[in-house]
């Protein structure tokens, strides 16, 4: 039987907007909260039934994700996943988020975050683990993952088998966008990437 994975970005918070590094504690603006609300209401609309949420445990991503059952108007079984969780940016919260990987990298070994190396590892591990679980069907038919930018990509790259931290990047992920992906008994097959709700489901243009 196929099954999808549905994996949500949070809405736009302050860190966000600002392009800064954000904390774990940080909410969602008003702008957020209402792109949440509406990708509830899409699935509301297409009569999405979600068996199972799995949520990264940071603010903003447990206030997408109430946001949006709230729409739907359902009540699925609920999962907190720290090894689904952001990139740990360290002591870095607040400084202006770097265009280089390398300097991204050179800043978490200065602050006691995680390197991209280290997060892909720990975030691609676990993926690999959700995947192998919603092929069980202990999860059942429809899964939503609500995450952050960087551990998004981290999973998205794996389904379509991208090496490379500046390959993965290239990966848009705008706030509260929706990416859809079908898992068999094959490779998961990604439908839909960085889609705003409302939007026809079709794969986007890769790059922010």
Do not use: W
């Amino acid at each position: 039987m196929e099954r999808r994975l549905i994996i949500v970005r949070h809405g736009e918070t302050e860190a966000v907007r600002t392009r800064t590094f954000s904390h774990p504690h940080l909410n969602l603006n008003e702008r957020g909260v209402a792109q949440a609300r509406e990708v509830g209401r899409e699935f509301a609309e297409r009569k999405l039934l979600v068996d199972t949420v799995i949520i990264s445990p940071n603010a903003r991503n447990l206030q997408t994700a109430n946001a949006i059952l709230g729409s739907m108007r359902t009540g699925p079984r609920v999962i907190i996943a720290p090894a689904l969780d952001e990139k740990d940016q360290g002591r870095a919260t607040g400084l202006p988020i770097p265009n280089s990987v390398a300097e991204v990298d050179r800043l978490a070994k200065i602050h006691g975050g995680e390197t991209f190396g280290q997060a892909i590892e720990r975030v691609g591990g676990a993926f690999d683990n959700l995947v192998d679980e919603l092929r069980t069907g202990r999860l059942g038919n429809t899964v939503m993952l609500v995450g952050n930018g960087i551990a998004n990509r981290v999973c998205l790259a794996s389904v379509l088998e991208l090496r490379g931290v500046e390959e993965m990047l290239r990966l848009a992920q705008s706030p509260c966008c929706i990416n859809e992906v079908f898992v068999n008994g094959g490779r998961p097959v990604l439908t839909r990437l960085n889609g705003r709700a409302g939007e026809i489901s079709i794969l986007d243009a890769r790059t922010d």
